[in-house]
């Protein structure tokens, strides 16, 4: 689904406007070798980076839900952030059938925020997205 090799966005000043470019600047923030942590990145108006947060332990696949709410309401809390970009870290590989659920809890208290979730990448053996499951057209 994301290729290996992209150039990293410099914050602040390359759009991050494709799943690639998003990936490549939350794979920078992952833990070596891979443990059960969120990623969070944040956007500006005009899709820009403007913070990398890492949330670590996040071992319950319920957690980044809880991970969402707090990102949601600090992008809320500041004037240049608009969306976010969410990443889970989960070393088993696992996809499980509840994520399709979980995308749509966060993208619904995002909404009701006005805040956009982009996207939620799940990394484990490989790295995919719970709206491609759901048929849901992409966000970017």
């Known amino acids: 689904m994301v290729p290996a090799f992209c150039r990293v966005p410099q914050a602040a000043v390359d759009r991050i406007d494709t799943p690639r470019v ?70 088993s590989g696992e996809i499980l059938g509840d994520d399709i659920d979980r995308w749509l809890e966060m993208s619904h208290v995002a909404d009701a925020h006005g805040v956009t979730l982009v996207e939620w990448f799940v990394a484990g053996e490989s790295v995919w997205c719970p709206r491609d499951l759901l048929g849901e057209r992409p966000r970017w």
């Not at 969402?68 to 889970?88: G, K, M, R, T, W």
């Open 22 to 91: 998003a990936w490549a600047a939350c794979a920078l923030a992952r833990s070596v070798p891979p443990r059960s942590e969120t990623i969070i990145l944040f956007l500006d108006h005009d899709r820009r980076g403007r913070g990398l947060a890492v949330v670590s332990g996040t071992r319950e696949p319920s957690d980044v839900v809880d991970v969402a709410e707090f990102a949601i309401h600090s992008v809320v809390a500041s004037d240049e952030l608009d969306a976010l970009v969410i990443a889970s870290v989960r070393p």
